[in-house]
């Protein structure tokens, strides 16, 4: 058996999916390990270091594409890739089913296994495969680093003969895995803070961290998707949360905001009202901006200065932290490859719930009911490109 290990493709995508310190366990089952030339380079792994561990690199990407039996990934592969695997290869990653799925079609229609670390189930089985909540802390923690950076105040109070200088002024919206991160990484520079969530639950969790919760009577109504995530809100529902926004954004210095709602558009939670109310020289990191944003003023990807606020809306914060990104995706692939990979063979149970919950595709089918719905709505057009 042969797992392939490639460069990421991507724009700015700087992790690998598999480090040298990943190779060990494959290694001792007689699996062979073939990476792409400088694949690790930006996550601090030379080719000598997959050397080193087992493998073999190589610059011949097409051989890794048709030659690999499992090709962990953090990004899905383009079309011109996906066309060169083999039929019945593995393909795990972050594949995006739910946002992009007719990109997917030709590995699909090819007979390529895909499984998406998106849709794993959240089970406490599944925890230690749990790529999202990796990445998410990632995110928040290098959300409030680069704000702390930008801010052009201390986040400390200090005391000092010159006098005292206030706390800088946090909030966070969303308290989920990346809102609770940034939450201590602000407390632990020693800003104050405070937090919104739709989801009572998440109180307490923002209370634990020293943090203040802003509660929102959003009458009863249920808050709660499945799987611990938000549902989505009425417009009236989602308003009383803006305006909570609008007056909490007024003193604070620094929003981090994080709100998403599975397979729908981030809520658009910031006014252009709540970015005015804020004072000059404040930043806000919308996190949400790969999902179209939670700010009104968003545009994704692109840093804006407006009335002297600053507002970063990063599309990919984990790679810049590309190492310990790398460290915890590779962690989490390795947990998935050890339900699919035993003793050195690749054994698929699909009925397995981890596994029928993550495959986006296996022999030539769709399998989550999800994924297969919105294939099924794609046009046939496009499935047939
Ligand atoms: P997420 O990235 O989907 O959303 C981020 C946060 O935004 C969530 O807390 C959500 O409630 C909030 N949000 C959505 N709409 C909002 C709105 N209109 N206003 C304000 N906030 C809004 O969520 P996530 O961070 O992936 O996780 C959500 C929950 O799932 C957390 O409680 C987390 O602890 C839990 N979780 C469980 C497991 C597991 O059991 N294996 C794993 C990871 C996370």
Redesign the pocket.
């Known amino acids: 058996m042969r797992i392939g290990i490639l460069k990421e493709a991507a724009a700015g995508e700087t992790r690998v999916a598999l480090l040298p310190e990943s190779l060990k366990g494959l290694r001792a089952q007689g699996i062979d390990v073939v990476v792409e030339a400088d694949a690790g380079l930006a996550a601090g792994a030379s080719d000598q270091a997959y050397i080193d561990a087992g493998a073999a690199v190589t610059t011949d990407r097409a051989s890794i594409l048709s030659g690999s039996d499992v090709l962990p990934v953090v990004n899905a592969p383009d079309a011109a890739d996906q066309a060169q695997i083999r039929p019945g290869a593995v393909v795990i990653g972050f594949l995006k089913p739910l946002d992009a799925p007719a990109a997917l079609t030709t590995a699909i229609d090819a007979g390529v296994t895909l499984f998406s670390m998106e849709l794993i189930p ?3 089985r ?2 230690s495969m ?1 790529a ?2 990796s990445m ?1 802390t990632v995110a928040g923690y290098k959300a409030v680093v680069m704000a702390a950076d930008r801010l052009p105040r201390l986040f400390p109070m200090l005391m000092t003969a010159a006098g005292t200088i206030p706390p800088a002024r946090v909030f966070v ?8 991160q940034a939450i201590a990484t602000a407390r632990r520079l020693g800003a104050v803070v405070e937090a ?4 009572a ?2 109180g307490e ?1 923002v209370r634990s961290l020293g943090a203040k919760f802003l509660d929102v009577d959003l009458g009863g109504i249920n ?2 998707g499945g ?7 009425t417009e009236e ?2 308003d009383r ?1 803006r305006d909570l926004i609008v007056k909490t954004a007024a003193h604070s210095d620094v929003i981090v905001t ?5 397979g729908r558009p ?2 658009r ?1 910031i006014r252009r009202e709540a970015v005015e109310a804020m004072r000059p020289g404040s930043v806000l990191v919308d996190l ?1 901006a790969p999902a179209g944003g ?1 700010c009104a003023l968003t545009q994704p990807g692109v840093t804006q200065e407006m009335g002297g606020v600053t507002l970063l809306a990063p599309l990919n914060l984990p790679a810049e932290v590309p190492v310990h990104a790398s460290q915890l995706y590779a962690r989490n692939v390795l947990n998935f490859l050890g339900l699919i990979v035993k003793k050195g063979e690749l054994t698929i149970d699909i009925a397995d719930e981890v596994l029928a919950g993550a495959c986006v595709a296996h022999q030539g089918k769709p399998v989550n009911a999800r994924v297969a719905k919105l294939l099924e709505a794609e046009q046939p057009v496009a499935r047939s490109q």
């Open positions: 959240r089970i406490t599944a925890q749990d999202l909540s998410a919206i969303g308290a989920g895995v990346a809102g609770l919104y969530d739709v989801r639950a998440a969790q808050t709660e799987g611990g995530y938000a549902a989505e809100l529902a989602l949360g994080t709100a998403l709602v599975p981030a809520p939670l949400a939670n």
